[in-house]
């Protein structure tokens, strides 16, 4: 049974940095997709990075150059580095994955971490 758990968030001021954690367990593999998404009040759930089973990694445009998304396969840790945080990058975040490789769409999904970002 495949789980996800985020840890990591918190508040912050306009500028701030946090690093978000998420530890996968049950894949059989280590190949696969993984992503962060997030949902603010009110708006619709966005995509914000993804990197696949081969490392190959996607950014929304509105965190290149700010976020950096990358995955430790031996610790089955998936991590976003959030720098230059503005109030807009308030939101619900989570960690999501597919048994595949390629990211196509996601069938997995942890339960979320709060960021909150103040001005």
């Known amino acids: 049974q495949v789980q996800l758990v985020e840890s990591g968030g918190g508040s912050v001021q306009s500028g701030g940095s946090l690093r978000l954690s998420c530890a996968a367990s049950?894949?059989?593999?280590?190949?696969?997709?993984m992503g962060w998404s997030r949902q603010a009040p009110g708006k619709e759930r966005e995509g914000v990075a993804t990197?696949?089973?081969?490392?190959?990694?996607t950014y929304a445009d509105s965190v290149t150059g700010r976020f950096i998304i990358s995955r430790d396969n031996a610790k089955n840790t998936l991590y976003l580095q959030m720098n230059s945080l503005t109030p807009e990058d308030t939101a619900m975040y989570y960690c999501?994955?597919?048994?595949?490789?390629?990211?196509?769409?996601?069938?997995?999904w942890g339960q979320g971490t709060q960021v909150t970002v103040s001005s």
């Open positions: 990197i696949d089973g081969g490392g190959r990694i």
């Open positions: 999501a994955a597919t048994q595949y490789f390629y990211c196509s769409g996601f069938d997995y």
């Open positions: 049950g894949f059989t593999h280590s190949t696969y997709c």
